[in-house]
């Protein structure tokens, strides 16, 4: 015996064909019930297109499959599955097949086991038989008993042919190993029923998934050819058994339903769907995490860092997060809340330049104060600024609370202005987070601003600089024309974009609502012009703002 590889005309695969020379060899295996058979291998050359079992004609014979559910139990377990699970292969997606390329005649069967789908036990009392071209692992059986029962009697030319011939698919594991390699007639089972489909299973500690390279597709298929002598015809020293192995090609096309060239025809998606365009939205919202990094992390020398509570635990009506390493953010984006999404009123088509200019309203959170008396009203984290001397006990609030009594209202330092406002995301320019805006002097504008720029009303003209000895401002600037900043999107990915201005302005009520709202912006209006080309998807203009409260210092 020996092999050659031979390729098939359509340059897909090749076959391994077996010359047997010498009959008298032995080289064959035998079943249990004294069959004799050959294996050839027919694979794949570069796993470019699918090479199943399924889709062959040998000598324009198609083959025919049974399913037992009684061997079959679902993946990962449990009650045996009436169906056969889907191959590798399977699906819509491109490269991926819905179907066989030919028919099979098949048959659903089982009862016996913890199911009862099909057999006497079942609803309809009998097994399910049907011809088509359903998906299925294999193995599948060509039978040939007609023509060797038949036509090659009455000839005595050809001493050999073949009677039976069983094609299975065998897969490769990211390890190297072959899954379904051990069916065999010889050594595992002439009862074909039992060779179970390929299951994978992800919770399965040993799973592995398969080798990338093959795309799903078998490695390689296994044949086992079951010859067929003449009573009449003496065997020759040298004989071959000609077989017309024929692979239909599946229809290509695209598969998706919901594309607008779906092709009912196609079993095989070659990637050629085509949609229509769909309007994508924009929506922004704020990262509402805490922030630990030693340049977010909440500082207030020399006081400690306290926050307004509602519990009575804290009898001062405070928490001290001066222990923690974290702190929250005391800020929230106004029209949708705390960690929720704003979307903006224009939509686009991937592709399009978004050209946006976007207004972010900035609140300080403002939670329940503990007035002298034990009752909570709505307040803003301040004490009685600009006085010295750190965060009052029992700060004087009289003209703000109407029963004259007194409240708690924490720590200045926690206050929100603009500029106390850090951003995280990143500069892909400088490949650092855009941080601190700088400060617009009194009596100009930023850039692309409108506003002037002017101090607080309660501001001093000294003695109350930041850490870089300057005075603040009522508006703060992020950059110029063409500055660049990302966005991190729900998948994962990053979003570049382009900003041609990014300021904040503070805004002060004429007459202070809640306790604090004398000394502090009741709201912090922030703007950016921002540009990007629009993707094929939804986009989060995600921004990172940080209360950054250690630069403030005296403030």
């Not at 924490?410 to 400060?439: F, H, K, M, P, Q």
């Not at 503070?506 to 604090?516: S, W």
Request: charged letters at 15%.
């Amino acid at each position: 015996m020996h092999q050659a590889p031979i390729s098939h005309p359509n340059n897909l695969y090749s076959v391994e064909r077996i010359h047997d020379d010498n009959v008298n060899a032995n080289n064959f295996s035998i079943t249990p019930s004294g069959l004799k058979y050959y294996t050839i291998l027919i694979t794949p050359n570069d796993y470019s297109q699918l090479v199943c079992s399924g889709n062959f004609t040998i000598d324009g014979l198609s083959s025919s499959w049974v399913y037992n559910s009684d061997y079959h139990p679902s993946a990962g377990g449990g009650v045996n599955s009436c169906y056969p699970v889907n191959p590798p292969w399977h699906g819509s997606g491109v490269g991926k097949s819905l179907a066989h390329s030919t028919p099979h005649s098949y048959i659903l069967k089982g009862g016996a086991g913890s199911n009862t789908c099909w057999g006497p036990n079942s609803p309809s009392g009998q097994n399910f038989t049907g011809n088509g071209t359903y998906r299925f692992n294999g193995p599948f059986e060509f039978d040939n008993s007609v023509y060797c029962d038949g036509a090659f009697l009455s000839q005595f030319s050809n001493p050999v042919t073949w009677r039976k011939i069983i094609l299975m698919d065998i897969y490769e594991n990211d390890q190297g190993n072959l899954i379904n390699n051990q069916y065999d007639p010889a050594t595992y089972s002439e009862d074909l029923e039992t060779w179970l489909q390929y299951m994978p299973d992800p919770s399965n500690p040993n799973f592995a998934p398969l080798q990338p390279t093959h795309n799903g597709y078998p490695k390689h298929i296994k044949a086992f050819v079951f010859p067929q002598y003449h009573p009449e015809v003496d065997l020759q020293e040298t004989m071959e058994v000609d077989l017309d192995i024929d692979y239909v090609i599946p229809a290509q096309g695209c598969t998706d339903s919901s594309a607008n060239n779906y092709d009912s025809l196609a079993n095989t998606n070659d990637g050629s769907c085509s949609y229509a365009p769909v309007l994508r939205s924009i929506l922004v919202q704020d990262i509402q995490f805490v922030h630990g990094t030693p340049s977010t992390v909440y500082t207030d020398p020399p006081f400690p860092s306290e926050v307004p509570e509602t519990s009575f635990s804290f009898g001062t009506g405070t928490i001290d997060f001066s222990s923690e390493p974290f702190m929250p953010k005391n800020l929230f984006m106004s029209g949708h809340g705390v960690g929720g999404s704003l979307p903006l009123t224009n939509q686009y088509f991937a592709g399009d330049l978004v050209n946006e200019t976007i207004q972010i309203n900035l609140f300080p959170r403002t939670l329940d104060a503990l007035d002298n008396n034990g009752n909570y009203i709505n307040a803003i984290a301040t004490f009685d600024f600009p006085f010295t001397g750190g965060p009052h006990a029992s700060d004087n609030m009289n003209n703000l609370i109407s029963n004259g009594t007194m409240a708690y209202l924490g720590d200045a330092l926690n206050n929100l202005t603009a500029a106390s406002i850090s951003i995280n995301n990143i500069d892909e320019d400088g490949g650092t987070s855009i941080g601190r805006g700088v400060y617009v002097a009194s009596g100009q504008t930023a850039y692309n601003g409108t506003t002037v720029s002017a101090q607080p009303s309660w501001m001093p003209d000294s003695d109350f600089d930041d850490d870089e000895g300057n005075v603040p401002q009522t508006i703060v600037d992020w950059g110029n024309l063409g500055d660049q900043i990302s966005f991190l999107q729900p998948d994962g990915t990053l979003l570049e974009a382009e900003y041609d201005s990014f300021y904040a302005e503070e805004k002060y009520r004429t007459t202070p609502i809640l306790p604090g709202e004398n000394y502090f912006p009741y709201k912090i209006e922030v703007f950016i012009n921002i540009n990007f080309f629009m993707p094929d998807k939804d986009v989060y203009l995600t921004f990172d703002f940080i209360h950054d409260t250690k630069r403030l210092l005296d403030i």
